[in-house]
Structures are given as C-alpha cells and as structure tokens.
C-alpha cells in the first residue's frame, strides 16, 4: 500500500509570512496533486505535476515534484487569510489509475 | 453547470440500517470515486468505477457496496451502517483516470 505522509499536520501563522507544505512517501509516484478544500466543500484541485523536478508556480503558490518522484512540497509566499484551508497531496502511482491521498496539512492564516 | 451532486447532505442512521448515497456528475465523465474521509487521514478511496458498467474495490471497501447505474451515476450503499462508518463521504469523477478529480460537497454520516 502505497502511503503518503504530509506534514506538518496543523499550520497557524500570522498574514505575510512564508510557508512550506511536505508530501513524502517511499514510493514513486507517476504523477501527484495539489488540492485545498474548504471546510464544507470538496477538494479542489490546484496543480499536477508529472516529471521529477518539476515547479509549477500558480501565484503566490509554488509546487515542487522531487527528482526521484517520491515527494512533493508546496510553497506559499506572503501568506493570507484566503489561503487557510485544508492542504491534500494526491498521488497516481505507476501502473496504476487511482489516486492515493496524504493526511492532509490544515493552515490557518490569521489576520 | 452543477458538476457533481451528492445527496443527502446530512444523515443520521441507527447501527444496522442502511441507506444508500446518491451521485451523479453532468460533465460526462468516465471515472467516478467515493472516498470516505476522517480526521488526519486524508480521504481514503472506497470504490471507483473507471467506466460504465465496471467497479472496483479501492482502500477501505469493506462493509460497502457499489452501482455504476449509468455514466453519470454511482451510488454507494450501507447494508448494515456501524459507528465506524461515521464519516464524510465524497463522491468525485474524472474524464479518464489520472487527471483532475471534481468533487461533490460531500454527506456527512454519522451513526449512531
């Protein structure tokens, strides 16, 4: 079972700062998602990413896949309120067509 | 245009009962997904369909059925409900697999 894990798992910082979101896991992943999910929503999805190395960079928000595929961080520059949400990391593995999903990271920008 | 709809929205059963949630998605998807989702897991798949007429078991399938009714419908049924199935549950398709999952609001479960 492949299994990944986010941390951290709770996030509570002040409006303008910087943070990062960890994915990892120990197995290869052939692609892997970014979701944020409000509270009463679904997830939705903000990026895909596909080749090891990869940044992709949406706004304030920027995502890296890990050369080797395994892991994943997402980078949130001047945080603000709007930001606060649930975090899901998502990932296909090879040879396979569903999704695994991580923990999750819940953050909380505060005012 | 409503994307995925899932209902109910809320719903309180008694151990034993069962119920069945509905879903159904208007963008012509191929793939559709249930999820069940608690506190620090994440959402853990229970069954996905990758096309009509096809199913199968995801992480957590037990004590759960599945109809993929038509292209737009899955629906997921509780044949005896327990306290451990109490949850949120999502329903979610994609127009083939391994690409972007639309979500409905989810049913949030509990039992009692």
């Known amino acids: 079972t492949q299994l990944l894990e986010q941390s951290p798992q709770f996030l509570s910082i002040q409006e303008g700062e910087n943070l990062t979101v960890y994915c990892n896991s120990s197995?290869?992943?052939?692609?892997l998602q970014w979701y944020r999910q409000e509270p009463g929503e679904g997830p939705v999805l903000l990026v895909t990413?596909?080749?090891?190395?990869e940044v992709k960079k949406l706004k304030r928000l920027t995502f890296q896949f890990g050369d080797a595929r395994k892991d994943s961080s997402l980078h949130i520059t001047a945080a603000q309120p709007g930001d606060t949400g649930l975090y899901l990391c998502?990932?296909?593995?090879?040879?396979?067509?569903?999704?695994?999903f991580g923990t999750g990271t819940r953050l909380k920008v505060l005012a | 245009n409503a994307g995925v709809t899932q209902t109910p929205k809320f719903q309180v059963l008694k151990t034993g009962q069962s119920m069945t949630l509905q879903c159904a998605q208007d963008?012509?998807?191929?793939?559709m997904y249930w999820y069940r989702q608690d506190p620090g897991m994440g959402l853990r798949l229970i069954y996905y369909?990758?096309?009509?007429?096809?199913?199968d078991k995801g992480e957590v399938p037990n004590g759960y059925n599945v109809s993929r009714l038509n292209k737009r419908e899955f629906s997921l049924r509780l044949e005896s409900a327990a306290p451990s199935q109490t949850s949120v549950y999502f329903c979610?398709?994609?127009?083939?697999?391994?690409?972007?999952?639309?979500f409905g609001q989810g049913t949030r479960l509990t039992v009692v």
């Open positions: 979610a398709s994609s127009d083939t697999d391994n690409t972007e999952a639309f």
């Open positions: 197995s290869v992943f052939s692609s």
């Open positions: 990413v596909v080749t090891g190395g």
């Open positions: 998502a990932g296909a593995g090879s040879g396979t067509y569903k999704y695994i």
């Open positions: 963008m012509n998807h191929n793939s």
């Open positions: 369909s990758a096309s009509e007429g096809t199913t």
